[in-house]
């Protein structure tokens, strides 16, 4: 099957890691890759042409071969409820990654992230969950022992609307306590604040060009003061 590139529908950004380098991997041993899950609602009819788009990819590759262990790119999404136990969202994720080396050891750039008019992305703007994203990406085939699978090489990722990444502050996981203080100086430079000493609003144009003069008069005085020579 020739390569292809293929646009998902409109969907929710989760653990978006597609800016800057690649990032580690989930276990040691995981080659480093950039990554992004893509969230759909199954009941719209774009979600549901986006999966049987996938699926007939799949045949292409493989046929009517058994289905590796984890061989498809989606997965209903499951979080934990309140007890900690597995619970399905109503959500279909999709998995997009892109390795940072190929499988001969060239290593690949970074995949193009652009806004809603196709500007490049700043590389420092991280994209939070629930940001409204499309992916392009091309469809891979591999297979194991047990059987066949596809994965979705990430290509290019389009932000239409963004939900800001607020990274909690280091200390956020402290509450106050009754105990020790650094004393904190008042100022970062090693001078003293002096009260400033207001001066009366001339009234009339004269008024304020003869005032205007005597800060200029004086104003020199102090530089002619502070001449060494």
Known sequence: MPRQSIVSPLGEAAWAKILGEAAEGYEEGDPRAWSINLLL??????????????????DEFHGKAKVANNGWPYKDQVDKDER?????????????????????????????????????????????????????FSPWPWGT????????????????????????????????????????????????AEPACPMPEPSGFAAQLKARAAQVAAEAGELTEEVPF
């Open 84 to 136: 900690g136990r597995p619970t399905p969202t109503g959500k279909i994720q999709v998995t997009f990654k892109r390795k940072e080396f190929t499988s001969k050891g060239n290593q690949k750039s970074a995949p193009i992230v652009v806004d809603a008019k196709k500007k490049p992305w700043p590389v420092d703007m991280l994209i939070g969950n629930g940001s409204k994203v499309k992916v392009a």
């Open 145 to 192: 022992p047990t059987g066949k699978g596809m994965s979705l090489e990430l290509e290019s990722v389009q932000v239409i609307d963004l939900v800001a990444y607020d990274k909690p502050a280091a200390v956020d996981a402290f509450q106050e306590e009754d105990g020790y203080e650094v004393a904190t100086p008042e100022s970062a430079t090693p001078f003293q």
């Open 41 to 58: 609602d199954p009941s719209q009819p774009e979600t549901i042409a986006f999966i049987e788009q996938l699926e007939a990819a799949f």
